[in-house]
C-alpha cells in the first residue's frame, strides 16, 4: 500500500505539465472556496453561548462593627457556595439539579428570612444571620465555620448579583411587640384565628402540612413546595427562620417572599398574632414548651373560643318631657 505522499508525487511524475497545472489550480480553488465558506459561516453565525460576566460592582455590607467587602469574599463564595447558587448567583450551581428545595437565586434578590416588610430587601443583619444559622429542611448547612468577618463579606458579595442592591435601600425592621403570657384563653383565640385565616388550607387541621392544597403549591419560580410540618418536629425543632416565638410572630409579619406564604401585617393585630403563635406551639406535641404545659394542665383540649363583647355602658335616657336640667 502507497502513501499519500507517494501517490501523490508519483501522479505529478507520470503527468504532463498541462495535467499538473490543473492539479495545482484545483487544489487552489478549493482551498480558497473553502475558506471564503468558513469566513462567511463565522460571520452570519448567531451569537450564542455563555458570555463573560460583567465585573460587578464592588459591595459592601455592614453588621454591627464589622464591614464585609465583596471582593475578600470571591475565593469563600466560589469554593462553599457557587456549587449550589452558581458562579453567577442564579441558583444554577452544578449541584443544583439534585437540590430540593432548589437553592436561591440571588440575582432576583427574594429572600425568605426577613425582618422587614414584605417585598423590600433584607437587612445585612438578615442575611448574616441566616449563613450562620443555615435553613432547615433545605441543603443550606449552618456556615458556623466561617468567622464573622467572612460572613459579613460573603454578605457583600451575595449583594453583587442583582442590581436592586444599587437601585433601592433594605426596609425598616418590624417592630416586635413584648410577648403576652400563654393562657388557654390566648390558645382557644389562635385555634379560631387558624381557622378564620384558613392556615389549615395549607397546612393542615393538625398542622401536618397535609392541607388539601399542599400538593398544589409552588413557589416563585413555579418549583413545588411544600407547607412546614409543624407536628413532625421534636423538642430541638426549628422553623426555617429561627426557633424562637420571635421568630414565628416575625414570619407572620413579614410573609415568606417567593412562597405561598403571605404576611399578615394588614389582617390580624398585634395580639392576634401572639395568639397564633401560641396554638401554633400546641401543634408540636413533642416539644417541651410553655403552650404545651398549659394545654396540659387545661386536662389536654383546647376549648371553644367565645368572642369578647364591648361592654360599654350606654348613656343614661333621659325622661320624656323633661329637659337635662329638670325643669318642665
Given at each position: 500500500m502507497?502513501?499519500?505522499g ?10 504532463s ?17 473553502a475558506g ?16 463573560p460576566?460583567?465585573?460587578a460592582?464592588?459591595?459592601?455590607s455592614h ?8 471582593q475578600?469574599a470571591?475565593?469563600d463564595y466560589r469554593r ?18 439534585w437540590l ?8 432576583i434578590?427574594t429572600?425568605?428570612?426577613r ?8 437587612t445585612d ?5 441566616t ?7 433545605s441543603?443550606?448547612p ?5 468567622s464573622?468577618?467572612q ?6 458579595y451575595?449583594?453583587?448579583f442583582?442590581?436592586?442592591w ?12 413584648a ?18 385565616l ?6 393542615g ?7 388539601p ?39 407572620f ?18 395580639a392576634d398574632?401572639?395568639d397564633l ?5 400546641t401543634?408540636?406535641?413533642?416539644r ?5 404545659e ?8 383546647i376549648p ?7 361592654n360599654?355602658?350606654?348613656?343614661a335616657?333621659?325622661?320624656?318631657n323633661?329637659?337635662p336640667g329638670?325643669?318642665?
Amino acid at each position: 500500500m502507497k502513501l499519500p505522499g507517494e501517490f501523490v508525487l508519483r501522479m505529478l511524475l507520470m503527468n504532463s505539465s498541462k495535467h499538473v497545472h490543473l492539479f495545482f489550480s484545483a487544489i487552489l480553488s478549493f482551498t480558497l472556496a473553502a475558506g471564503f465558506t468558513v469566513a462567511a459561516s463565522a460571520q452570519d453565525a448567531p451569537d450564542v453561548g455563555p458570555h463573560p460576566p460583567e465585573p460587578a460592582k464592588a459591595m459592601e455590607s455592614h453588621i454591627g462593627s464589622i464591614t464585609g467587602h465583596s471582593q475578600a469574599a470571591k475565593t469563600d463564595y466560589r469554593r462553599y457556595c457557587a456549587g449550589c447558587h452558581g458562579d453567577l448567583g442564579d441558583g444554577n450551581g452544578e449541584n443544583a439539579v439534585w437540590l430540593d428545595p432548589r437553592p436561591r437565586d440571588f440575582t432576583i434578590a427574594t429572600f425568605k428570612c426577613r425582618s422587614t416588610p414584605t417585598g423590600t430587601l433584607p437587612t445585612d443583619e438578615d442575611l448574616f444571620n441566616t449563613i450562620g444559622r443555615g435553613l432547615t429542611n433545605s441543603n443550606m448547612p449552618i456556615w458556623n465555620a466561617f468567622s464573622k468577618q467572612q460572613r459579613a463579606d460573603l454578605v457583600a458579595y451575595i449583594k453583587t448579583f442583582s442590581p436592586r442592591w444599587q437601585k433601592e435601600k433594605a426596609g425598616d425592621p418590624i417592630k416586635i411587640p413584648a410577648e403576652p403570657p400563654v393562657t388557654i384563653e390566648s390558645i382557644a383565640h389562635g385555634k379560631a384565628l387558624f381557622t378564620k385565616l384558613e392556615c389549615g388550607k395549607c397546612h393542615g387541621p393538625q398542622g401536618k402540612g397535609d392541607g388539601p392544597s399542599a400538593a398544589t403549591l409552588t413557589d416563585s419560580k413555579d418549583q413545588p413546595i411544600r407547607p412546614y410540618n409543624f407536628a413532625d418536629g421534636k423538642d430541638d425543632s426549628r422553623f426555617k427562620c429561627g426557633s424562637e416565638n420571635s421568630d414565628i410572630y416575625r414570619i407572620f409579619i413579614t410573609g415568606v417572599d417567593g412562597t405561598p406564604m403571605p404576611s399578615f401585617a394588614d389582617t390580624i393585630q398585634p395580639a392576634d398574632a401572639w395568639d397564633l403563635v401560641h396554638f401554633l406551639r400546641t401543634l408540636q406535641p413533642y416539644r417541651h414548651s410553655k403552650e404545651n404545659e398549659v394545654l396540659k394542665a387545661a386536662g389536654g383540649r383546647i376549648p371553644p373560643y367565645v368572642e369578647k363583647q364591648d361592654n360599654k355602658e350606654a348613656p343614661a335616657s333621659t325622661p320624656e318631657n323633661k329637659s337635662p336640667g329638670g325643669g318642665d
